[in-house]
């Protein structure tokens, strides 16, 4: 896991929660790193795609909607 807990638990908790286990925290974290892993990937497939070696704003935003 490469996330921290400490920022997932902030997430959490702005969604309302007042208190969070660890696992909840774990999981989640878990979610958010193979989501981001897969746009990521998209996002570099597209940027090779454009003939370019710098993934752009504008390749995670399409990536994130194809994901």
Not at 3 to 19: H, M
Not at 23 to 47: F, G, H, I, R, T
Request: overall charge positive.
């Amino acid at each position: 896991m490469e996330l921290s807990l400490a920022p997932v638990g902030r997430i959490i908790k702005s969604a309302g929660a007042e208190r969070i286990s660890s696992d909840a925290k774990k999981y989640l974290a878990n979610l958010l790193e193979e989501y981001a892993k897969k746009v990521a990937a998209e996002s570099v497939k597209l940027c090779e795609y454009a003939g370019r070696e710098t993934v752009s704003a504008e390749d995670i935003k399409l990536a994130a909607k194809r994901v």
